[in-house]
């Protein structure tokens, strides 16, 4: 007999911070599968809370699935998590929200999110699919990077500039997809200023957010 979880409906029927939150983070790091009418999400091991974040967001008692996974050609084992989510209702909100199937190479950022909700949605795709990283290992120097679709990639853009109040950033070629990317400590911490500011901690992958915390205090150096 097919066990049938419980989950609010609620968490995807309009607009708020927390729903501009985890669609941006679906949007990124997500899967929706057409046959199933399912979502499903899977993280590395280390990242499991941000899936317990998301149940509890969800309100949900699906069970979170831990795993192994062995790369023959890396000689190494891989550790995650994962929890899906099936049901026609939220597979349909989710629609209403722009995120859809098979959407690598061909997601649009969603036209119907209200202004003020963009940052929440800008944090989910950063949590997702975009990096804080030194420019070289033995650097101090901090760059800022999201990876998406050409569309994606400009209203990442967009929404970074309306923060920093400047144009700033280069987008190129990453693969299949586009990366964009400042090289920048002073424009880094900026950027997690506003990404950050007000939140809580159901709302921001901690590792990230850890991150962003041990660079506020570093002054910007020379441009390598």
Known sequence: MKIKYKYSKRAFSRWTKSSAYWAGFIMAD???????????IGLKSSDRAHIEKFANFMQCEHPIYDYSSYCKSRNKTYYGSSINISSIALYQQLQSFEIEPCKSLTALCPKSIPCKYEIAYLRGLFDGDGTICRYRRDS????????GTWDIINNVRRIVENILGESFGTIYPAGKVWRYQINS??????IGNALYKGTSSVVRLDRKYNLYREIQSLKEPRRP
């Open 140 to 147: 101090d120097y901090y760059k800022f990077s999201v990876i």
């Open 30 to 40: 997500g899967c929706l599968n057409l046959k199933k009418h399912s979502v499903a």
């Open 185 to 190: 400590t002073k424009q880094v911490v900026r």
